[in-house]
């Protein structure tokens, strides 16, 4: 989304990081852009900003919360998208320039860095590097405050069918990196090991994660 130039506005000194400055900006504008996210029952995952000369290309990715399951549709791409666009024009610190505004949401196999990104992969077959072992997968079977219940898929010959471990508790301290595995076919909620529930308050799970 392309905004033509616009009338010159004063810009408050001290609160428009100078066009030398793409990090800053980009944490004004996150501030600026989070309670509308927010009100649209969206999570702002990522503001980046990039400048090229007085023109600015502000790239957002928002999520669903981790209390949803699914992913960021196409609809709520498009209002969320005009909701932040007229946030923008209405920008009390903005300098009147040209900018491009970029809306996405994150792909399935995006890193799961952050314990809501994990939440949202409650259920999923996920790869995991820890810093004891590395590329291991497994099924998440539960998010806790401090890690994961996982159950790994142990190493088996190739043609076999894959066999499960017992369940393990992976601690978030020791987790390097995860990443969601796609999958053909999806377990059903009813087909989890129901004997693991979330404790109440942990989310279900997200296709958009």
Do not use: C
Not at 41 to 46: N, P, V
Not at 136 to 150: H, K, N, P, Q, T
Not at 169 to 193: M, P, Q, S
């Amino acid at each position: 989304m392309t905004k033509p130039d616009r009338p010159k506005v004063a810009a408050r000194s001290g609160n428009r990081p100078t066009a030398m400055d793409p990090v800053a900006e980009a944490a004004r504008l996150h501030a600026l852009l989070a309670p509308t996210v927010a009100a649209a029952d969206l999570y702002l995952e990522e503001v980046k900003v990039h400048f090229a000369g007085s023109h600015r290309t502000v790239s957002v990715v928002v999520d669903l919360t981790e209390d949803q399951a699914g992913g960021v549709g196409l609809d709520a791409i498009s209002a969320i998208s005009r909701e932040l666009s007229d946030v923008m024009d209405t920008d009390p610190h903005d300098d009147g320039n040209a900018y491009d505004l970029e809306i996405s949401s994150p792909g399935a196999t995006r890193p799961l860095t952050e314990p809501r990104h994990w939440h949202r992969a409650l259920g999923r077959m996920v790869k995991v590097n820890a810093s004891d072992r590395e590329n291991f997968m497994g099924r998440v079977l539960a998010v806790e405050e401090d890690g994961i219940l996982f159950r790994p898929e142990l190493p088996v010959k190739k043609g076999m069918k894959a066999k499960q471990g017992e369940p393990e508790k992976i601690a978030f301290a020791v987790i390097r990196r995860g990443v969601v595995e796609l999958e053909f076919a999806r377990l059903d909620e009813a087909e989890l090991d129901l004997e693991f529930e979330p404790a109440s308050g942990d989310a279900a799970d997200g296709e958009g994660s």
